[in-house]
């Protein structure tokens, strides 16, 4: 947090500039709604990862405390019962007692075997086979991985060497972490993740409460841990199956692209990528943030978005010609991951929530940009016209791909633009611009369409109304002809004409 917040300033100067409606969130709402003040996700729903803890602790106790109950309550039930039948007999204490003791000693193997699987288990050659079984990428990816993990194990024991005893025990500690984790591959990730999180905590406080390591070398020793365990368990826990990271992933990849669009003005973002040196930082922070995805372990990951963001800060600082707020900050990364459109996003972002050591992300530079990651992927999903300040019907234009905004004059480029990019811009404006008079025509040609459809039937009622207005009164001629003729039909009976005759006389 070197960067030297000034919280508010530039909010006022903004809304002072223009009126439009800068995308903002206010600091406080980054932290754990408890106010412990540390860092809220909204993975936690809102609270830290350890207010979390205690909440999901709390209920997962409250069901504990109930089986408990239960579970006593049938036992006494049974006792009674049991009492009951032997009662006549007498000594029924001593029998309860032994079958008490029966059962605890029971008890005690079973543990005893289970402890000692994950002893004989970390004899080396088992879980490697078993994962080979499991599951095989391409050979070149395998060997890679072993080698990568290889490497981690020899560092982390070259690492532990000086603590002597305690790194011993955490090394034998950390063995039999990953043999239950083994046993557990196929569990629920949520459970895999509280086992892991448990896991950190009860090391961490054992180092320091059993081993009096101090709390800055708690921390290192902590980071050698999640690096040791993570470039093992990767492969299993990253966007398993088992959830619906990788549909969220394909969702959050569309949206992204669906908003290819935005420009930094619609964001108000601070960053005039016109600067040489703007423009390289904002490059930069693209790269980081991609990078994110090739990185195994949840603290590199949280690195490379720390990177991004201070890449930020500096490119806003360069056009800004001072330190950059917070509130500055937001709506570039928004920028940054829409230009960006990072790889298996809410994957990662899942997979550091679940198994990054709790307290990286409460605290510290790394837990505060990680917040305001979240933050955005929570922006770009509901990111609408108004939060753009666009109208309702220019958004949907965009967002549909009918129009695109216009894009930058090409005299405004930097000199150093490759004439690559120009001419790919200059094709998109046709594009766009062939696009736009494509739709004009076919809006033109529904329109006669319809003309012609209205006017056939304007014809059509026209001729109607003449007809209903003038009706033509064709008399039955058939008819009067037919009677002429039928006048003629007597006619026939008529005697024929005199004929002149001559007398004698
Ligand atoms: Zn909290």
Same mark, same amino acid.
């Given at each position: 947090m070197s960067q030297g917040f000034k919280k508010g300033s530039s909010r006022n100067k903004m809304s002072l500039k223009s009126e439009r409606r800068a995308i903002h969130v206010d600091q406080?709402?980054?932290?754990?709604k408890k106010g412990c003040g540390y860092y809220g996700n909204p993975a936690w729903q809102g609270f830290c990862s350890k207010c979390w803890r205690e909440e999901y602790q709390k209920a997962r106790q409250k069901q504990i405390q109930e089986d408990w109950e239960l579970a006593e309550r049938l036992q006494r039930e049974e006792e009674a019962a049991y009492a009951s039948s032997q009662g006549a007999q007498g000594g029924q204490s001593s029998l309860t007692f032994s079958k008490f003791e029966e059962k605890k000693s029971s008890e005690k193997a079973r543990k005893v075997t289970t402890v000692k699987k994950f002893f004989t288990g970390s004899s080396k050659t088992l879980p490697k086979k078993d994962i080979k079984e499991a599951k095989t990428p391409s050979p070149s990816l395998n060997r890679q991985i072993s080698v990568e993990t290889d490497r981690a194990s020899k560092e982390f024991i070259e690492f532990l060497k000086p603590l002597q005893k305690a790194g011993h025990d955490v090394f034998k500690q950390c063995k039999i972490f990953l043999e239950a984790m083994h046993i557990k591959k196929e569990s629920n990730i949520e459970e895999q993740s509280e086992f892991t999180q448990d896991f950190y905590q009860n090391t961490a406080d054992k180092l320091q409460?059993?081993?009096?390591?101090s709390p800055d070398k708690v921390e290192k020793v902590m980071d050698q841990i999640e690096k040791f365990l993570m470039t093992r368990l990767y492969k299993h826990v990253?966007?398993?199956?088992?959830?619906?990271d990788e549909k969220k992933d394909l969702t959050i990849q569309k949206r992204i692209r669906a908003l290819h669009w935005v420009t930094p003005q619609m964001l108000c973002?601070?960053?005039? *990528?016109?600067?040489p040196e703007v423009s390289d930082m904002v490059v930069k922070a693209i790269t980081d943030i991609i990078e994110?995805?090739?990185?195994?372990?949840p603290r590199d990951k949280l690195t490379c978005i720390t990177q991004c963001s201070k890449h930020i800060f500096n490119a806003i600082k360069i056009t800004k010609n001072e330190p950059a707020s917070a509130d500055d900050f937001l709506p570039t990364l928004i920028y940054i991951v829409l230009k960006a459109n990072p790889p298996r996003l809410q994957s990662n972002i899942q997979y550091i929530t679940r198994f990054c050591n709790p307290s990286r992300l409460m605290t510290g530079e790394d837990g505060y940009y990680f917040t305001n990651l979240c933050c955005t992927i929570a922006f770009i999903e509901k990111l609408d016209a108004q939060s753009l300040n666009l109208s309702e019907e220019e958004f949907n234009r965009y967002m549909s791909g009918q129009a695109s905004p216009k894009k930058q004059?090409?005299?405004?480029?930097? *000199?150093?633009?490759?004439s690559g990019v120009k001419q790919m811009h200059k094709n998109l404006d046709l594009l766009s611009q062939l696009s736009e008079r494509q739709e004009r025509i076919a809006n033109g040609a529904r329109q006669l369409e319809k003309d012609l459809i209205d006017w056939t039937d304007e014809v059509t009622r026209g001729v109607q109304d003449i007809v209903e207005k003038y009706p033509?009164?064709?008399?039955?001629s058939n008819q009067a002809l037919a009677s002429i003729d039928s006048e003629n039909v007597e006619d026939d009976?008529?005697?024929?004409p005199l004929q002149p005759q001559v007398y004698a006389g």
């Open positions: 406080s709402e980054l932290l754990c409460m059993y081993w009096k390591v990253f966007c398993p199956e088992t959830t619906d973002v601070p960053v005039n *990528e016109a600067i994110m995805d090739s990185k195994r372990i004059d090409s005299e405004s480029w930097p *000199e150093d633009t490759c033509l009164h064709i008399k039955s009976r008529l005697p024929p």
